[in-house]
């Protein structure tokens, strides 16, 4: 059977942290009550001119840098016409054939694998606004976002990414560095960055390229990984029923697992593309280029670096702990509280995640400070607390603010004493004598059950190294 692969690049756009919109005095917000955050520039009312926002600039030409671009001295903007009702003017203002930053790269790590996926263009433009079709049947515009300065990056072409795992750990690693930049707050969520793959198949081992498909406005890493799989799945058994793949626009069915054909693809012409006449070119010197890369942050693959040597942390938690900064930072700080660099990134990694995402919360946002984080895993460290009462005080510190030390005098240190536990394993035995003959008679499955009896009945105290270890010597006696 012939051997298909898929050929994969990548558009991404992020909407920039500034203030302002990127023409206009408009403030720059997500959400808020529909049309309320418009003006005559940013709704294309006759005569309202454009006035570039030199921090949206900024933040291209420091996302460029750290995405190994090179800077056009003179980039400049264009009218890029198509009509949609989201779109006030008829035409959004882009950049085309000199855009802010060009030929770059970043590096992604998927199965300990690297590879180098090349960045064509890096370039600023401005969002559409927000069109809604109502439960009446209605369909209606907010012009809140219309005008938000947006970056664009675009993979180069032929593409370099060959799987779904690639295109996801692509995105993972641009997010993280938009945000390590300050660039983006990366809330895919809101919206704030969008994702739009486009991919071909061929027969591997080919230089040719298929046909390509694009996939619109995808919001989350598990759309991104899921359509593509599906995609590529759906273009192979095209290509093995002899019929030729459509090239076209689809979306992401979530409900349905599937993509949907929105519109045939338009190729660039169609955009009949020109130079903006009410702008003119942005004169990007040396030094303000200079100015700029000297005040970058420490950015993610340094960062995972350094987690790596100076914390003992694998490839897996360096990658999830670099996920933003504010992440990175609780996780330094816990560590130094507490001198447990592998428990602090276990307990980041599931409790802590677990009640983050059932909340809603940004970590930054939490209850629960990095050294009181510390603090648990040194009483735990210490045995005076077991895991199974940290989980319970991490619960109410999550909820409350409450710290391990209040929680620790209200309830008590673990049950370490042998005595005191042995006599907790004689009243669960003496309770369940059925349950301990089948023990005793090779069941051992069910000396599960009896722990967690035991420590039902200590109300999670007692030690539960010390209690498995007298069972097991009560057990060996008996037999």
């Not at 406005?217 to 590529?232: C, G, K, M, P, T």
């Not at 009462?389 to 209200?410: H, I, Q, S, V, Y």
Request: aromatic residues 8%; glycine residues 8%.
């Amino acid at each position: 059977m012939t051997e298909y692969e898929a050929v994969i690049g990548m558009e991404v756009h992020a909407e920039l942290l500034t203030e302002s919109k990127m023409f206009c005095g408009c403030r720059n917000a997500f959400g808020g009550e529909p049309n309320t955050r418009c003006c005559p520039v940013c709704l294309a009312m006759p005569g309202a001119l454009p006035v570039v926002n030199r921090k949206a600039v900024e933040h291209v030409i420091r996302t460029a840098l750290a995405l190994n671009c090179s800077i056009n001295a003179s980039a400049k903007f264009d009218r890029k016409n198509y009509f949609y009702p989201d779109l006030p003017k008829g035409y959004q203002i882009s950049q085309y054939d000199r855009p802010i930053g060009v030929n770059g790269w970043l590096d992604i790590e998927v199965g300990g694998k690297t590879t180098r996926v090349r960045i064509r263009r890096v370039h600023l433009e401005e969002d559409t606004g927000k069109l809604m079709h109502l439960p009446s049947g209605d369909s209606a515009v907010d012009y809140n976002r219309a005008g938000v300065p947006l970056m664009e990056i675009v993979t180069e072409f032929p593409p370099d990414m060959r799987s779904a795992d690639e295109a996801r750990a692509y995105l993972i690693a641009l997010r993280a560095l938009l945000t390590y930049t300050g660039a983006s707050d990366g809330r895919m969520e809101e919206g704030s960055l969008r994702c739009e793959p486009n991919l071909s198949i061929r027969v591997k081992g080919s230089d040719t390229f298929g046909a390509k498909t694009e996939i619109k406005n995808l919001n989350s890493f598990r759309a991104v990984h899921r359509s593509i799989e599906y995609e590529i799945a759906r273009q192979i058994e095209v290509l093995r029923r002899g019929e030729a793949v459509r090239q076209e626009t689809r979306g992401w069915s979530d409900a349905r697992q599937e993509t949907f054909v929105q519109r045939s693809k338009e190729d660039e012409q169609e955009y009949r593309y020109f130079p903006e006449p009410d702008l003119p070119p942005l004169m990007i010197g040396e030094e303000w280029i200079e100015s700029i890369r000297r005040q970058m942050p420490e950015l993610p693959s340094s960062v995972r670096e350094r987690l790596r040597r100076d914390y003992g942390l694998r490839a897996a938690e360096a990658d999830w702990i670099t996920q933003n900064p504010a992440t990175a930072a609780y996780f330094t700080e816990a560590s130094r509280a507490c001198g447990l660099p592998a428990q602090v990134a276990s307990w980041m990694m599931g409790d802590f995640a677990r009640l983050l995402n059932a909340s809603g919360l940004a970590i930054e946002q939490a209850r629960v400070a990095p050294e009181q984080l510390g603090r648990l895993l040194s009483l735990i460290d210490a045995g005076r607390i077991s895991g199974k009462m940290a989980k319970g005080f991490f619960e109410r510190m999550f909820e409350t603010g409450a710290t391990p030390d209040a929680l620790l005098a209200e309830h008590g240190d673990q049950v370490t004493d042998e005595a005191a536990i042995a006599s907790l394993v004689d009243q669960v035995i003496a309770a369940e004598p059925d349950v301990w003959a089948a023990i005793c008679a090779g069941d051992e499955r069910k000396l599960t059950y009896v722990m967690g009896q035991v420590m039902k009945l200590s109300r999670g105290k007692a030690n539960p190294q010390e209690t498995r270890r007298l069972l097991d010597g009560r057990l060996e006696k008996e037999r």
